[in-house]
């Protein structure tokens, strides 16, 4: 089995390998086209470069604790270095993920800019493998991580315990995620709020427009925020819940061996392989829309992954009594995994409807920005706050639905009903991230067509080319907030596999059963409202944080407009490496406070409570409520964010008195007031709440 | 001590008759005013009367469904009766208390505006006399009508079983509040929402121009919003509370017999009397800041209270073990009172640095209204997200410290430390809303200073005459939101009271111990996810209906300028009446879906659980993290509202441009974003979040 992982892991990184061959190979354009690119291309390399080093400092000022944590409080030298080992390793392999996804997404932008002129199919291809370049690389990588570990930490011989010795894998890659996550997110939006402001508002220019100093920041901000920061938060996402479903396994071992497991990871490769035939399988004519090659494609996927989790769980889930083959386990258990397929599918139905255009939502947020700003926002929260409804009923269902199945799986047998239960979650967040590669491609392929349209608009291609890159663009967009709504999706659904291996953990450390957690005791009560208050604190510093790093974009520009006003004439080029340099340092400087918050709560309050005898419940009910409130905002963020981006595209379509009307300036506050909630705090959030669960996992001897 | 209860219950009331009537002997000024003041006093009957309508057929329905229930679910006729009529009652004594409160504030108003042309005390005396009428009036009914309940339910025969009786009043007061808030809540802004959209906004009139038909209307919405809404929310707090507390003292009643069990009432009762001290001292004289006068009363009322505190405690909840007197329980939870009091202190405090222009946040949103509405509501975002973390901290410090009082004052004796420290929560709550009735009178100080002004513009009194009601209402601004914070502060403190009365309610149904709620159990967590949601859901719709309500007044003020042209320039009177008309029947068709959301999902949620064997644990949880979220959510609403308001005022002193500025422009957007988070769907989430718990109190037997 591992061997079959690291096979799929290996085939993929050379599928990857060859769909970026393919991007490389296309043409570039002309040389106006090149030039616009380049800048891009230097600006994202130049942020990722100082966001890592930052990101490298801090990680190994982490691993340095988690060193000495291990060695000093638990007197475990040999768990420290594994754990420090498995933390560092994380973070790398995270980082690698995100530099490979990025590397290809700022150079299939210009290829597929090229390409649209002459094949809508050559130029969906190039943008939508370039995207697939990234999703694969980065479960290929989380997964082949894993893999190694396990099988460097021994875990032939000691399988039961080697999945706790690498939770440091999950917490390295969460704690590159957040500032990945969080710089990225700061810098993209507070270029984008930037450019608009100053650009669009006060200079009177259009969006992208080549006169304006911020436009090529802007066009990098999309890269490295929903490219490379997506990238990582997804990256820990497979990585944490991979990890969180072995340790669930471990319970079971006794049933099913060493392959209860590794199912998680089998499961996991599987469907790689579903979403490599799907990527391959996506093709669109000329003027079709490019939408149903990807919903295709989608539900390619999406069925040869169910065919997959069915054969994986017939060989790897059954229980063999003397002979005889019990297969009811694998057959509750794969229930359960079609239950996690269709929460993902589900997801991506709600999402579209409270996102996009063609439904009630959006449209009321458009009808109500006739009467102005005011009540474009007002309708937009109400939006935002009722649409967090139907997303957690369907979490709901298939939280309590898939756990039945892992009660029903092994009635009769002697196992706590919890155990079994809670490996019916498991599985069911294995089918839901099965189709995670395929997934993560139509992400990342947002910002490639984003950036083409850009160099396309900058490069004053005739309007026609336009009309495409902006169809594309506006898939784009579309995929952009259904990946957001799966992120959160994913990560409600494994919450509770990380909660359980957390406790888990605890159990072992302290060798006492520790599997309630009981909020009616005020110190775990006051854990739990310390948690929920994590999240709105959080929210609010990274939102600040754009605001401060957009402020310094404003006057940047400002000053460039007022220095030099050759520039708004179009005589002058403007410096669009000043203002990149600008962002880049607002961005690392600004994402520090939020991020140092983020590490030092949990753990400040683990220590006080510590002291009061319930350390390790009250982190538990912190983590627990921090993650439902984090579940709520984060959608309440995306998917309020989208609304009010779309709403200003539909009057853009010419309804409400179309562009210039009084009605599209006022979607247009409401869609910069969105933009900051959907592209920074919201996609912050799911790695907040992923980086809870791996940091209280790994701190878990701090507690106790 | 049910007598002193009783006694100062009435004393209370007779001197809400002399402040009522020391109020109604003053002049009414002039002509102009009193056609003024007339329709704002016909407006607001006429609302209340219709509401009270809606609201008693609503109540006449619920009184149906949990005399059935008890009857034919648990076969209680008794109890069944008793929980009926307590519910009949407490929905009626809070309708009451509204009505009183109201019946003054609207004749209050005019004479306020009157008696500021000749003197600044004694328009403050007469406009905070008038509030007090309101606190006074609303704090000793709520005494009264539990002391009687008690007495008539048999409390003097049997002590440790009534206060499970009298449930129902608190639930009644909750039912009635949550209506009268979120029907006042709409009302109120969406007449503010529509006179300054179309009157401010398209047609260029200044606030309270008598041309705009929507000016009477949103006069009337100060009353039937801050003032019914939120003296009724206040009435159902205390009454919940001091319900909760007395469950509590049964489980003491070993130790201190009934006197633990009145202990709450007492405590209560003497708040009250020194709020009619600290009342009665609030003076000023012409030219200085009437918000000293009022801090001065506030600081004289919380003194008093400490000391009445002191002996409450030191009389009736000492251990008399065979003649030896113990007082360490008297000294421990009377340290726990003080820590109740100090929280309030505090609460007013932080909410004062969040919401007033002398600090920092306020000041930030103002600086960065600058650059146009889109930044100016993204900083109040991130300041609204922000101002959750100090008042969770000081909640978080309050609960536990209070609850190690409790824990210590038990020492040694042979008692649950769970049943103890609770105890100690509870004298903490007794503390926290000794000063209620003080802190009500501010609160109705101001929609009658708010009116005071109103009416001054608008029957145009002279400059001079405009400037003491501008002052007069700005200090009434600051007193509004003050009481937010402490009624989100008194709530989140109590929510812990009315958690543990619900288990020890379950707990007594069951006969099984039932002291834990385990979140780490599926169907818990589930939940607890679904009680978050519904907050957030909740929220949603209620700010919906603000928009759709405001919506029918946009248009019927839009119909009236265009009909009638002479309404602008000032030679028609606009038709008032109608514009009065439309927003009455507008709010209360409106309140309808989120009221019946709220009640409907905690009970379909026990049901559903129910069916899975986990229903009131489930219940349990939905409640708490319910809990949780409302605080957070209620509070980054009312100080981001708040917070937006005063940025306004603070760039209309002049700074920025001062009015007419371009940051003014922006400002008042982020001003009309925020009305409806701080004056409808967060005092609204106050209401729902008691209304969870007394809701699950009375319905508890349904989930068994």
């Known amino acids: 089995m591992l061997v079959l992982t690291l096979g799929i892991s290996v085939f993929g990184l050379v599928c990857a390998f060859f769909l970026a061959r393919f ?29 890592y080093k930052t990101i490298g400092i801090l990680s190994i000022i982490v691993a340095l604790l988690i060193y000495s944590l291990y060695t000093f409080a638990k007197g475990d ?20 993920a995100g530099y490979i996804g990025m590397y290809i997404s700022i150079r299939a932008n210009i290829r597929t800019a090229s390409a649209v002129r002459t094949s809508m199919d050559r130029a969906l291809k190039i943008s939508f493998r370039g995207g697939a370049v990234s999703g694969i690389t980065i479960v290929a990588l989380s ?31 969460s704690f590159v995620a957040l500032f990945a996550q969080l710089g990225g997110g700061i810098y993209t939006k507070a270029a984008d709020v930037g450019a608009d402001l100053v650009g669009k508002v006060e200079a009177g220019i259009p969006e992208d427009d080549p006169r304006n100093p911020a436009v090529i920041a802007d066009l990098v901000g999309d890269n490295v925020g929903d490219c490379a920061g997506r990238g990582a938060d997804l990256f820990e996402s497979t990585a944490a819940e991979n990890i969180g479903a072995m340790i669930l396994g471990v319970a079971l071992f ?69 002979g005889i083959v019990n297969s009811t386990p694998a057959n509750w258990l794969f229930g359960a995994g079609l239950i996690g397929i269709a929460t993902s599918i589900l997801f991506v139905y709600i999402t579209q409807y409270y996102t996009e255009y063609h439904y009630r939502p959006v449209r009321a947020i458009a009808t109500a920005s006739q009467t102005g700003s005011a009540t474009s926002i007002i309708t937009g929260l109400a939006v935002a706050f009722e649409c967090t409804a139907l997303p957690v009923l369907v979490i709901s269902v298939a939280i309590l639905g898939s756990y039945y199945c892992g009660v029903y799986a092994f009635t009769g047998l002697d196992l706590r009903p919890a155990s079994a239960g809670l490996y ?5 967040t294995m089918g839901m991230l099965a189709t995670c590669a395929y997934i993560l491609a139509m992400d990342t392929f947002g910002p490639i067509t984003d950036n083409a349209g850009g160099i396309a608009e900058m490069s004053q291609q005739p309007e026609a080319v336009r009309v495409k890159t902006d169809r594309l663009d506006s898939v784009g967009n579309t995929t952009k907030a259904l990946t957001k709504g799966y992120a959160i999706g994913s990560a409600a659904l494994a919450a509770f596999l990380l909660f359980s291996a957390y406790l888990d953990e605890v159990a072992i450390l302290t060798g006492r059963p520790f599997d309630s957690v009981d909020i009616a005791k005020p110190e775990v009560f006051v854990g739990g409202l310390l948690g929920a208050m994590l999240i709105f604190l959080f929210s609010g510093l990274a939102i600040r944080a754009v605001g401060r790093a957009a402020y310094y ?95 200003k595209k539909f009057i853009e379509t010419g309804q409400f008195g179309g562009k210039q009307s009084e009605a599209h300036k006022a979607a247009v506050v409401g869609d910069t007031v969105g933009d900051p909630l959907k592209d920074t705090a919201g996609p ?16 878990a001897p701090l507690f106790i």
């Open 424 to 428: 019916g979650i498991a599985t069911a």
């Open 684 to 699: 912050s959030l799911h790695v907040l709440i992923k980086l809870l669960s791996t940091l209280t996992l790994v701190l």
């Open 553 to 647: 974009v404003i006057n940047e520009v400002r000053a460039q407009f007022k220095e030099n006003p050759g520039i708004l004439e179009g005589k002058v080029k403007p410096d669009y490496a000043q203002c990149v340099d600008i962002v880049t340092r607002g961005a690392l400087k600004e994402m520090i406070l939020p991020g140092f918050i983020a590490v030092a709560m949990p753990i400040g309050v683990g220590l006080i409570f510590r002291s009061l005898g319930v350390g390790a419940e009250s982190v538990a009910a912190f983590l627990m409520v921090g993650t439902i409130s984090g579940i709520l905002l984060a959608t309440f963020m995306n998917n309020g964010g989208g609304a009010w981006d779309n709403a």
């Open 77 to 96: 030298s040999d768990q420290a270095w594994r754990t420090t080992v498995a933390f560092l390793f994380g973070a790398f392999c995270s980082a690698l």
């Open 254 to 322: 006794k049933y099913f061996g060493v392959a209860g497991i590794l199912f998680p990871l089998v499961a996991r490769a599987l469907g790689l392989l579903a979403s490599l035939v799907g990527i391959y399988s996506v093709r669109t004519d000329e003027n079709s829309d490019p939408m149903h090659a990807l919903n295709r494609g989608y539900f390619i996927t999406s069925v040869l992954a169910a065919i997959g989790l069915y054969f994986a769980t017939q060989y790897l889930l059954v229980i063999n009594e003397g």
């Open 23 to 51: 991007v490389m190979q296309e043409g570039t354009g002309t040389d106006s086209m090149r030039a616009i690119a380049d800048a891009i291309k230097e600006g994202a390399e130049a942020f990722l470069r100082r966001q």
């Open 143 to 173: 997964l082949l991580g894993i893999a190694l570990l396990f099988l460097l930490y021994g875990g032939q011989t000691e399988p039961e315990k080697v999945p706790f010795l690498i939770v440091g894998y999950g917490f390295g890659a």
